[in-house]
């Protein structure tokens, strides 16, 4: 990995970390924390473990986008001014060009020559240390995500009148 | 040019510790602390992560993983709580009326 590379990333990480606690609005913190989770997958694809990183990047995005799903509907659709929303959307469609514009420089990099070859992080070698060294750790987060999946399934169930 | 191991951790350890002043700066607002939080699992994931590139020892990534799937099952967990919490104070504002 370019060290350059590196730098860059960990002060877009340190930035956006503390934006996102420093900012009052919710809605700010939570774009400063995607674009920080988007500098951290860029940190794990210069080392080659691009699979990681997706998955870091899949999960923590997915998962802040639906608790600032949550927060709009529950406290600020039905009061926020249209000036608000405007300025809003600016600031998401920005942070999401900031994050296209990674991942593409990500994807369109010049590699030298050999920098590919190191397989040391690749897919078949994660995969077999995952399900042969921590196939218990796999088990149990698997009954966890089971479990909370159901329970929140399970919450979101209205019980009838009077029962 | 290469990253030393003090940059690394010290990149971590600025992770970690903006998540904690997260926590204590809104430890009132029960929203803000979501992402706060999760600054912290996202420092962890990140010292993982260079450990592992610096021994060249995939386990560090397999935990890295294992971080990224709680970060996620601690959101569902807040949303449930906040769910519980809504729900609770509807009950008691219709109760009340």
Known sequence: MYAVEFYVFAVLVLGAAFMSVKTSSVFYAVLFHMQAVVAVAGILAGLNAGFVGFAVLSMSVASMLVFLMFVLVVFNARHARKAVWEKQSKAALFCFAAAAAQTAYLFFKPYKAGERAMTDFSLPVLGDILYTGYGSCVLVFAVLILSCAVGASALLVKKKEGG | ?97
Request: charged residues 10%.
């Open chain 2, 1 to 97: 040019m290469t990253v030393d191991v003090p940059v690394i951790l010290t990149v971590g350890f600025l992770l970690v510790l903006c998540g904690l002043w997260g926590v204590l700066r809104h430890r009132g607002n029960l929203l803000r602390l979501l992402p706060a939080a999760q600054l912290v699992f996202l420092g962890s994931l990140f010292n993982f992560s260079m450990g592992s590139a610096l021994f060249r020892d995939a386990s560090g990534l397999i935990f890295a993983l294992f971080t990224a799937c709680l970060t996620g099952l601690q959101t569902v967990a807040t949303l449930a709580v906040f769910l519980l919490y809504f729900r609770k104070r509807d009950n008691a504002q219709e109760g009340g009326r």
